[in-house]
């Protein structure tokens, strides 16, 4: 089983629509959770971090955890082109290191 | 901001070549990681290190290791470079063992013919 597994995708939307994204983990001591987005050809860089259970906001992003479920989850509202990308889920280990999962693209259709 | 630079950004290097690929990072971070990147299996990690000196295996360390001489520079040495280790190149800082968030440099493009 794999540490951190994502939905495959891709995922189509259309503009305005709210995109989902899924994430499962392995370790259940697990503590801090992350959403990165990577445009093609880019670097991935830092959208969200939860750290409790239940649902962190961010502008249009949410952020949802459920540890009993070993579950992480990302809400995307009012999707726009420039929300395409791929977007990789991490999980902090107890030893400190980032796990990621092998990411999920999105695109936005105008 | 917190930069983190890679050496290069494309590189191409033939099969039983010695292959440095360097990282630097400007903001005094204590963490620095290497990554390699695949088609359908994400971001793994290869090493990590949290002090100067100081190195930790990652996932696939097979084939790699590396040098932290300096607190801003990390390198990630291919010994004897091969095919299967043609992919993308990530290197990442962070601040401290409980800061968690992590900042990427552009990534280099390795080719192994």
């Known amino acids: 089983q794999k540490e951190v597994e994502q939905n495959s995708g891709p995922l189509s939307v259309p503009e305005g629509a709210i995109a989902s994204l899924n994430c499962t983990y392995s370790d259940r001591g697990s503590q801090s959770f992350f959403w990165y987005r990577q445009y093609s050809g880019k670097s991935p860089e830092l959208i969200m971090s939860i750290y409790s259970n239940g649902d962190k906001e961010d502008g249009r992003f949410t952020a949802q955890l459920n540890k009993a479920s070993q579950y992480v989850s990302l809400l995307i509202r009012d999707s726009q082109p420039s929300d395409s990308a791929t977007y990789l889920c991490a999980v902090k280990r107890n030893d400190y290191k980032l796990s990621f999962g092998a990411g999920t693209t999105v695109t936005v259709r105008a | 901001d917190v930069k983190v630079t890679q050496s290069s950004r494309y590189l191409v290097k033939r099969t039983g070549e010695k292959v440095f690929l360097e990282c630097v990072q400007d903001m005094d971070h204590e963490n620095m990681f290497w990554y390699r990147q695949d088609p359908g299996l994400g971001l793994r990690l290869i090493y990590f290190s949290y002090d100067v000196k100081m190195k930790e295996k990652g996932d696939i360390p097979e084939g790699y290791s590396v040098s932290r001489e300096k607190k801003e520079r990390f390198s990630l040495i291919l010994e004897s470079a091969s095919t299967n280790q043609t992919s993308m190149y990530l290197c990442?800082?962070?601040?401290?063992?409980?800061?968690?968030?992590?900042?990427f440099g552009q990534g280099t493009r390795l080719t192994v013919v």
């Open positions: 990442a800082s962070s601040l401290s063992p409980g800061e968690t968030e992590a900042f």
